[in-house]
């Protein structure tokens, strides 16, 4: 399914690695042993989704794209900028026109899939999904579409962000925070307004929603899928103070045969706009704004 906002946000291999390898069943019923241990794998996979090749912390740029040739290249004066260099040099020319975007390299070592490219080539287009990954040297680089805007997110392996990264900042593991939650399709998909750190605002399918309890009250949040996994946003009474002001994110797997979800808010994380300002974060709508304090997950490194 076309889910733009949230695919895009999100590296594939990161979402593998917040899912369980337990069955839902198993999961329903856990030991404070079991939890510790489980929760001390999830962090180590965390950390290592962050700093891997399309993990957050190696963004170094993302660059909108205008119809017409956009050139890109070493120091001031491109569309698309590659950081400074002793001389600048123009890696290639993006040429966007319609739903598509083609690249034509102007030096050697330009590479698509591990293949040089040599000639002018297709590398995004809205319609089919192709986004290719492109490198030159330790640089690597992507399109995204926001909207009706098309940009270029470029990643540096060796960035100080990753060399120089010690984790993240969490609450304490309570396996209180592990709640059961009950999901209901919505049929058709419903499609709810989400906006982003960029102003805009994209109505995206929601394929149901999960209620849950805190402290002796109910409360519901829109589930989306992405992948194998509900994708769900939410901001509470922590926000902005312990937590991240723009709310987390969590993923469960999704529902069993009885539609019994499971929530582990210690596994809220923080969206990638705390790690780098190169994301385009979706915000949780105001429906999903709770009045009540999750003092779970990961946090804000310089909260109390």
Known sequence: ????????????????????????????????????????????????????EDGWLNLIGLDWLTPGPNRMGRGGGFEVSLPDAASPEIVGVFDWSG????????????????????????VFDAETGLSALMEFEAFRWQLIQRGDRVGVR????????????????????????????????????????????????????????????????????????????????FADESSGRSTYGGGRYLYAEKPDTQGRVVLDFNKAINPPCVFTSFATCPLPPKQHILDAMIEAGERTSDAP
């Open 1 to 52: 399914m076309n889910f733009l906002p949230i695919r895009l946000v999100f590296p594939v291999a990161m979402i593998l690695l917040y899912v369980a390898c337990t069955s839902q069943e198993s999961q329903l019923d856990i030991t404070d042993e079991a939890h510790e241990a489980e929760m001390a794998e999830w962090v180590e996979l965390r950390k290592r989704a962050l700093t891997a």
């Open 99 to 122: 739903n598509q975007v083609f690249f034509e390299a102007m030096v050697e070592g330009v590479k698509i899939d591990g293949h040089a490219v040599e000639e002018k080539v297709l």
């Open 154 to 233: 470029l990643r540096q392996l060796d960035s100080e962000a990753v060399l120089n990264f010690k984790g993240v900042a969490r609450f304490p593991r309570q396996l209180a925070w592990r709640k059961l939650g009950i999901f209901t399709p919505y049929k058709p998909h419903k499609l709810v307004p989400l906006a982003n750190v960029l102003g805009q605002t994209i109505p995206t399918p929601a394929v149901g929603t999960v209620t849950f309890e805190l402290g002796g009250k109910a409360y519901q949040l829109d589930a989306f899928e992405e992948g194998e996994s509900l994708f769900l946003i």
